[in-house]
């Protein structure tokens, strides 16, 4: 019993993991729509407000499924096959824009981000029939959820405004000590290979 509540914590970090490299997709995207308006779209390069469009829709659909990801906890499988597909279309678009324009084959970055989502999937797959018949949220859920419900009780906007802040500042050292050392994790498994 007590192997599946760590399991169910890891499964949970790893989920935050991915709602962190989420978000940094949301930012990256949102950062070069603001800044300039230039994309490619499996080596065709687009301009002006297609370019911007096609910007926003990248940004819009990471944002969304860290929001998802968040907001419906009974969905999680099926946002992680979504974030799956995401970083595929990431992956593939950028490997023919790469190959169409240059002559390397691929981005690693995006390998590696589209190859950590797919772990996460599979991870959570297992983890999920594994521990079917235990429901109870896990510790790092029900701390979470006790905070996010603390933010939602204030009475002054400035309390929420605070709480939130000392949430993302606690979610964001979680993700810089764990998305590492899952890298490092999967960088040294390539190694065996």
């Known amino acids: 019993m007590e192997i599946k509540r760590v399991l169910k914590n890891i499964d949970v970090l790893l989920k935050y993991g991915l709602i962190a490299i989420l978000l940094l997709s949301f930012l990256i ?32 659909g990471a944002g969304s499924l860290a929001f998802l990801l968040i907001k419906y906890r009974q969905y999680t499988t099926a946002v992680f096959a979504l974030a799956v597909l995401y970083f595929g279309y990431l992956f593939l678009d950028s490997a023919v824009t790469i190959q169409t324009l240059t002559d390397k084959l691929y981005s690693p970055v995006l390998l590696m981000v589209f190859i950590i989502s797919f772990g996460f999937l599979i991870f959570h797959a297992l983890i999920s029939r594994f521990c079917a018949d235990d429901d109870r949220p896990t510790m790092i859920e029900s701390a979470i959820h006790s905070i996010c419900t603390k933010i939602m009780t204030q009475e002054t906007e400035e309390d929420k405004i605070i709480i939130g802040t000392l949430l993302v500042i606690v979610i964001f050292i979680a993700v810089i000590i764990i998305l590492p050392l899952t890298i490092a994790f999967i960088f040294s498994l390539m190694e065996l290979f």
């Open 29 to 60: 995207h949102i950062f070069v729509f603001i800044i300039n308006w230039e994309a490619f779209i499996f080596g065709i390069r687009l301009a002006g407000p297609p370019a911007g469009l096609y910007l926003f829709l990248e940004a819009i």
